[in-house]
């Protein structure tokens, strides 16, 4: 009964049509109403990453209507993490950004993130069982769990076959312990006239301190304890750790004082060393490149076997709208499926952060022909959370001069630690008395 | 004063072999400096395999030009060639005119505070580029600017640097010209344009010279104020070849760096000589 009326004396048809028109007209808008995210990401490892994760982001579009991810390639970790901070004291963060694992006290620190448990309670327990739980140490602050593992990795121990055979060993049979690693580096090493032409063994610079802490774990001890807010560079254990490093390059001369982190994997495959310490990142990088049989093992270990894990995470922002805030959890969600998590591990050499992407059929081929992938999930079960703390550039920085100052024969490994430990203790003192 | 013997040079001069001997170390430095070009050319073209040998390799043992393509798949490098241009012109545009105006003030007209607003241009020389970030960041987000190429633009369209250099080159030219300029009625911006700009001619080509390399060059600023692939550069294309992680991949990096660099090669081997007089006929004739 809402036909236009003639007469001016009853407006209220025309009024009600107008209204209904509207709402008509409005009611696609709302339920279309898009939700737009901006993730930023870096990529970390060769390939043509970007494009995979431009596919992946764009399937989960295509199956999200109300939901449209603008993927942000941010360069390296560093660069995305300088991008990030810009961002968010510039009153414009991303919704999701993927971040290195030990800049995650400095985004607490700038009141950058959301804790997670409010999404992961709404998600089935498995979800979270199932990640590495050596994965979830670096997202663990204050009872909550404030990011969610995704690229993810841990360095170990690659070593030339036809090196050791040339040289008597059997090929097959890589170092366990730092003594074994000493003697077999001592034989490695080839020298002509006072020069060597082959190292036995590199401890990659670069992200030496990451490789550091290995050592230190394989030791029985700690760098940084982030729980309770403490140092301990100087902790005999480190000590004698960084003793041994001095000890292959110093006093055996087996191991070169000084490496960059992107030239040693160059360096093993033209034959320049024989045994390398090196992220699992670089694995499709050696098969692709060495002429020459290798293997993957774990670290050696002293008292026991021992690695910090490395790699990037997923994280939530804030001061950003609560429905960007759950669109993003949707996505990390989706990004992070044990079928996923086997496809980009497949696709990056990372190691896929979920025990069950192992029983996909596609990941189950994958392995079966190249096992070597298997080494640094195996390595998981005795890896370690990485050293984090506020500021942790500066303690790289602080960290990995002490270790090469000790290499290079300019400080004793006490000295070089405990000086470390000092410069440190300053310049967290803030932090470490609970502020 | 005349030796009885010949000194060396002397001897090579009657030989004519002086100018053989130039021509030998000039080679020799010229294929110093063209080495890292040419292995670089060389490793863009070979398998992953060959890359890394005990003893360096040249001669690819087949010419793989699919690293080029491969290369390109990585990222849209046409639209970050032209968003390239377009800033890097954008910036050396807008920089050589506010310069000159600046150098121009700075050399040849005396107010108050003159000295005072010079030293704090002189000190927008000293700030590091990282100190600028998150104020330069603001300024473009409050200007709705962000994710656009002007953004890229325009914190260098004053550069104190272009200043100093504009002014220098200014104060050198005597004080006769201008005295000259102005009895026969050419003054301010005339005398600016027609006698001061052909005279600091070296100094403007050096300066756009460095301005087109660093901006060429620059990835942090347009990899934190950019979003889209649209309107990003080619340094952060290249940057997708380096990795943290794992190391790069040489081919795909070299094939990259070779398309990146290229244009600047073109562009200097073309005009090389007229850089190379602009720098001969500096100088102020009597």
Redesign the interface.
Known sequence: MWRLSPSPTRPWPVVLLVVLIGLVAAQPVFAQQLVRL?FYYP??????L??VINEMVDQFNAEHPNIEV?A????????TM??VQ??V????PPDIAVVEISEFPTLLAMDAIIPLDEYLAQEDPSYFNDFFPAFWENSRYDGKIWAIPFQR?TPVLYWNKEAFAEVGLDPDRPPRTWDELAEYAALLTKREGGQVTRWGVTISGGWNDWLFEGFVRQNGGKLIDFENRSLHLNSPEAVEALEFWVKLTQQMQVAPPHST???????F????TAMLYH?T??L??LK????FDFGVAFMPGKKSYGAAV??GNFFIFKNIPKERQDAAWTFIRWMTTAERAAQWSIAS?YIATRQSSYEYPQMQAYVARHPEYLVARDQLQYAYGKAMSPAFQRVREVLKRALDDATAGRMTPRQALDGAQRQLEMQLRQWLQGN | MRSRTPTPSQLLQRLGLNKLLIHLILMMVAGVTAMPYLFALSTSLKHRTEVFTPVPQWIPSSLRFANYADAMAIAPFGTYFINTVIVVLGILAVQLVTATLAGYVFARLRFRGSSLLFGLFLIQMMLPVHAVIVPNYLTIKELGLLDTRVAMMMPFWASGYATFLLRQAFRQIPQDFEDAALIDGCSGPRFLWSVLIPLAKPTIIAFSLISIVTHWNDFLWPLIVTDSPQVRTLTIGLAMFVQQESGADWPLLMAGTILVTAPLMVLFLIYQRKFVESFMHAGVKG
Not at chain 1, 43 to 48: F, L, N
Not at chain 1, 89 to 92: E, F, V
Not at chain 1, 269 to 272: H, L, N, Q, R, T
Request: glycine share 20%; no cysteine; aromatic share 8%.
């Open positions: 901006t990529v970390g490892v060769s390939g043509p970007a494009r603008v942000v390639y941010t360069g390296d970790y560093d660069p300088q991008k810009t961002a004291m510039g009153g414009n990795s982190w992107a030239s040693t994997p160059a360096d495959v033209a034959g320049k992220s990142g670089i499709t990088f692709d490149s060495a002429t490395g790699g050499g």
